[in-house]
């Protein structure tokens, strides 16, 4: 099972900019799908931005062009840089993890395919 800890998140007022950070460790797949999922309280969770073994990238609609993903693999560490900062962002940030052979080599993946997850870390944005 991958472990994942997210950190980074805060307070924040708009249009200034955050950096998730998630540790990842306990691979045991040779090629994973790693994702950013947010959720606020009522609402589904709606997957941010993933990223596949070899770096490529997919992000909603809502966040293309103001956020990145990106990943140190020597440090084994994800990141969410996110600029540009609205409300309509505040959530809990999730960075989360699946075997890319166990939804076919695919990624992104809808959110609920996604086997590891962090604890999450608030992100709130005041306007």
């Known amino acids: 099972q991958v472990l994942l800890v997210e950190s980074g998140g805060g307070s924040v007022q708009s249009g200034v900019s955050l950096r998730l950070s998630c540790v990842v460790s306990?691979?045991?797949?040779?090629?994973?799908?790693l994702g950013w999922v947010r959720q606020t309280p009522g609402k589904e969770r709606e997957g941010v931005a993933a990223i596949d073994t070899d770096g490529t990238t997919s992000y909603a609609d809502s966040v293309k062009g103001r956020f990145t993903i990106s990943q140190d693999n020597a440090k084994n560490t994800l990141y969410l840089q996110m600029n540009s900062l609205k409300p309509e962002d505040t959530a809990m940030y999730y960075c989360?993890?699946?075997?890319?052979?166990?939804?076919?080599?695919?990624?992104?993946?809808?959110?609920?395919?996604?086997?590891?997850w962090g604890q999450g870390t608030q992100v709130t944005v005041s306007s």
């Open positions: 306990g691979y045991t797949y040779s090629r994973y799908c």
């Open positions: 989360a993890a699946t075997p890319e052979a166990w939804v076919g080599g695919r990624c992104p993946v809808l959110t609920h395919e996604y086997n590891d």
